[in-house]
């Protein structure tokens, strides 16, 4: 059989695709599951969730994937540069190296506030926390200079300084379970693991130890590997 012939044998429809790490999965017409990266396409455009779509397959990888219609965005011309927004320019930043930390920490506090599904690596966890660590300390100390300006610093207590840090405490609450969350799903674990945390001490370390575990190389229950 050509290549030809294989591909047109071999139909599917996407069922996700993250144009962010350049990964995605389609349901075959045969009944399987086959995942592909954004290498795998064989045009510049990206398919959206829902989007036909013919390949090659590889064992349970899709290759040259080609969309047929659907949901899918727009092919653009060649030279044309796509929205900063759009699921293609967001692959093509995934294909040409990983995110920054400072990156991860702007995504986690952003689209990804409340995100309980899917994984994040060590890179994501971790650039996170140290970010969120550095505004606080910022905003701690810009609280104090402001304090000292108004003669709080005279007082008991360092007002704005406590009122600013305790603002940015509430509103990093729930991005820091969120990732935490999602870095135990990056390792095979579930999620109400987080609950060690309520644990004195101990609990705390045992989060921390599974933080630095890598991430598992292959798709599992919560989605694909990140990249």
Same mark, same amino acid.
């Given at each position: 059989?050509?290549?030809?012939?294989?591909?047109?044998?071999?139909?599917?429809?996407?069922?996700?695709?993250?144009? @962010?790490?350049?990964?995605?999965?389609?349901?075959? !017409?045969?009944?399987?599951?086959?995942?592909?990266?954004?290498?795998?396409?064989?045009?510049?455009?990206?398919?959206?969730?829902?989007?036909?779509?013919?390949?090659? &397959? @590889?064992?349970?990888?899709?290759?040259? $994937?080609?969309?047929?219609?659907?949901?899918? @965005?727009? =092919? *653009?011309?060649?030279?044309?540069?796509?929205?900063? =927004?759009?699921?293609? *320019?967001?692959? !093509?930043?995934?294909? =040409?190296?990983?995110?920054?930390?400072?990156?991860?920490?702007? !995504?986690? $506090?952003?689209?990804?506030?409340?995100? %309980? /599904? /899917? *994984?994040?690596?060590?890179?994501?966890?971790?650039?996170?926390?140290?970010?969120?660590?550095?505004?606080?300390?910022?905003?701690?100390?810009?609280?104090?200079?402001?304090?000292?300006?108004?003669?709080?610093?005279?007082?008991?207590?360092? $007002?704005?300084? %406590?009122?600013? =840090?305790?603002?940015?405490? %509430?509103? %990093?609450?729930?991005?820091?379970?969120?990732? &935490?969350?999602?870095?135990?799903?990056?390792?095979?674990?579930?999620? +109400?693991?987080?609950?060690?945390?309520?644990?004195?001490?101990?609990?705390?370390?045992?989060?921390?130890?599974?933080?630095?575990?890598?991430?598992?190389?292959?798709?599992?229950? +919560?989605?694909?590997?990140?990249?």
């Amino acid at each position: 059989m050509d290549d030809k012939s294989e591909r047109a044998g071999m139909r599917g429809e996407v069922l996700y695709f993250d144009g @962010e790490r350049g990964v995605g999965f389609i349901n075959g !017409d045969d009944g399987n599951r086959y995942h592909f990266a954004s290498p795998d396409l064989a045009s510049i455009s990206a398919p959206g969730k829902g989007a036909k779509v013919e390949f090659l &397959t @590889e064992g349970n990888r899709a290759r040259d $994937v080609t969309a047929l219609g659907g949901p899918a @965005e727009k =092919t *653009r011309q060649a030279g044309e540069e796509p929205p900063a =927004t759009s699921p293609s *320019r967001l692959a !093509d930043i995934a294909a =040409t190296g990983r995110r920054s930390l400072f990156g991860h920490f702007l !995504d986690c $506090v952003t689209v990804s506030y409340v995100k %309980l /599904g /899917g *994984r994040a690596p060590r890179r994501e966890f971790w650039g996170f926390f140290l970010f969120a660590f550095i505004v606080m300390a910022a905003a701690l100390f810009a609280g104090l200079i402001a304090d000292g300006m108004v003669g709080n610093l005279d007082r008991e207590e360092p $007002v704005l300084a %406590l009122g600013l =840090t305790g603002i940015l405490v %509430l509103a %990093l609450a729930l991005p820091s379970i969120a990732v &935490t969350i999602r870095r135990l799903h990056d390792i095979g674990l579930s999620g +109400w693991f987080i609950l060690l945390g309520f644990v004195p001490t101990v609990g705390n370390l045992i989060i921390l130890v599974f933080a630095l575990i890598p991430s598992q190389k292959s798709e599992n229950k +919560w989605g694909p590997a990140p990249r």
